[in-house]
């Protein structure tokens, strides 16, 4: 079955403690990306990468690294997570297709509590 | 820069009620246009989603977008709507040409069907 997998689905964890939220897909697709979605804002863009090692950084990438060794895998690390990174955290996938004419597959989300 | 605005921040209807939400966008040259959901619990599915032709877009559960290039708008309607279309809807946009990095999200509207 053709999925995004994030792990760990929910995660209590206290700041300053480094912390990574993994993220597989199985559809060779080489866009992967990473949002958060906060009440009231939608989703903003964390990083994203357009292939293996190319990443870039989306609307909202402070305090949050990103990496793209292998083509189904691209983990969120927060080096030392704060309170105000609490929240909801979806990966999402796509083939690369010209003119942006691709639809992005979301896996289940992270929801992430920082104390 | 591009942004995306749903007007609604909350809708409640009743079951059999008609739906229509707005959805403009700011960039001016050609774009792709999505409508996404999110019932309670659960990971973004693609609702719909228009890149060229006729402007009326048929997706899953009997929901349709209209895109009106002179307005930016690519509002959400579905005729009749049921309990088990209570959920997040989220417009997205990416210009023509743009990679899967720059499609921007709206913050979302929230529906909610009475029984």
């Known amino acids: 079955e053709a999925q995004v997998t994030q792990n760990p689905r929910y995660l209590i964890t206290v700041t300053g403690k480094k912390l990574t939220v993994t993220c597989s897909q199985n559809?060779?697709?080489?866009?992967m990306s990473w949002y958060r979605q906060d009440p009231g804002l939608g989703l903003r863009q964390i990083y994203y990468s357009m292939n293996v090692e190319v990443t870039d950084k989306g609307d909202v990438p402070e305090g949050y690294k990103v990496s793209r060794k292998e083509k189904r895998n691209f983990p969120l690390i927060l080096e030392s997570p704060s309170p105000n990174q609490t929240s909801l955290y979806f990966c999402?996938?796509?083939?690369?297709?010209?003119?942006?004419?691709?639809?992005?597959?979301f896996g289940p989300g992270t929801r992430l509590l920082v104390l | 820069a591009q942004s995306v605005s749903q007007h609604n921040h909350h809708v409640i209807l009743s079951e059999a009620a008609s739906l229509e939400l707005g959805c403009n966008y700011s960039y001016g040259g050609t774009v792709n246009l999505f409508w996404y959901v999110q019932y309670p619990g659960q990971h973004l599915q693609l609702l719909l989603k228009y890149f060229s032709g006729d402007p009326l877009v048929k997706g899953i559960k009997g929901f349709e977008a209209e895109f009106i290039k002179s307005k930016f708008s690519f509002n959400l309607r579905k005729p009749s709507v049921q309990w088990s279309d209570t959920a997040e809807y989220f417009c997205a946009v990416i210009r023509y040409g743009g990679s899967q990095g720059n499609l921007i999200f709206g913050k979302g509207t929230k529906l909610s069907v009475k029984p």
């Open positions: 999402a996938s796509s083939r690369r297709a010209s003119g942006g004419r691709e639809t992005q597959y």
């Open positions: 559809m060779n697709h080489e866009y």
